[in-house]
């Protein structure tokens, strides 16, 4: 079963606009994490934000936000002030409860969104 | 701090062949982490090693192996290369829930 699901494929923004990337999970576990990465062109994977499942205030890192919806299983990521090179493929990603997973760092990625931003 | 650093870059490879990847996690990183991309697949995990001991494994065949050596540092092989091992191999290692990625190895099997 997904565990990740990112419902789009493709998103398209105006330069200085905020826009709005979905995730939804998919766990038992109580105890988890949820990641954000930005992939440009170039391929490698950049950290954006995390969000732990015991985190009680939304995260965020600058212009990134999490909107942590717990009970509806989704993380969405905000995208405030867009810029140019803002356009890229964003994953949404989580690691379930470190301790079932003997305790492993590993990811579960969706298939990702590519965000646009028009000038 | 030097990031992630992968070798080689680009590598091609033909059917048949085996294939040595690099990993150099960030100075005091112990966890590495392997994922395969690829367009139909997406990411997916191919194992993790702490400690120089595999953690975890993801869902591929023997011909994917890896390991880790004492400095952190880890390699991954896979042997008898197929046309569907194409693919950006990339490498991650962790400190405090954010999991940095290296520039990845494009590996194209002719």
């Known amino acids: 079963a997904q565990k990740i699901t990112q419902t789009q494929p493709g998103m398209f923004v105006q330069e200085k606009e905020a826009v709005t990337l979905d995730c939804t999970y998919d766990t038992s576990d109580q105890s988890y994490g949820l990641f954000w990465y930005k992939q440009p062109s170039s391929g490698e994977m950049i950290f954006l934000i995390y969000q732990g499942s015991y985190d009680e205030q939304n995260a965020t890192e600058g212009r990134y936000s999490l909107n942590f919806q717990k009970a509806r299983k989704s993380a969405n990521l905000v995208i405030s002030a867009s810029q140019l090179g803002d356009s890229a493929m964003y994953f949404c990603a989580m690691r379930e409860a470190f301790i079932t997973q003997g305790g492993s760092e590993k990811l579960v990625f969706g298939k990702g969104t590519k965000l646009t931003v028009n000038p | 701090k030097a990031g992630v650093t992968q070798t080689p870059r680009y590598l091609i490879k033909t059917r048949g062949q085996q294939v040595t990847l690099s990993c150099s996690p960030i100075?005091?990183?112990?966890?590495v982490s392997w994922y395969q991309q690829t367009p139909g697949q997406g990411l997916q995990f191919l194992f993790e090693y702490f400690s120089e001991t595999q953690r975890n494994k993801g869902n591929f065949p023997g011909r994917f192996s890896g390991r880790q050596f004492s400095n952190s540092r880890s390699e991954m092989n896979v042997s008898t290369l197929e046309l569907g091992d194409s693919a950006l191999y990339l490498c991650a290692s962790e400190l405090h829930n954010e999991q940095f990625f290296g520039p990845g190895t494009r590996l194209t099997v002719l």
């Open positions: 100075s005091g990183h112990r966890s």
